[in-house]
């Protein structure tokens, strides 16, 4: 059916078949989920803010944390 497959395999698992590493991998990307998720609660859009307004703040609110 493929003439070709390219994998890309952001937790490893495909080279190394070590399944704590893709685990470590997954459970870094869902707590990444569960603090946006919990950001959106606590950061709701402004009154007359459009979305681009309101996703560049939550990127700027993003970039401060990691400077800090």
Known sequence: YFAELHVTDEG??????????VKET?????QMMDNFS??????????????DEFI??????IENKQRT
């Open 56 to 61: 560049n703040r939550l990127f700027a609110y």
């Open 26 to 30: 997954f459970d870094r990307y869902n």
């Open 12 to 21: 490893s698992y495909w080279e190394t078949g070590n399944k704590i590493l």
């Open 38 to 51: 919990v950001m959106l609660e606590n950061m709701p859009a402004k009154r007359n803010e459009t979305i």
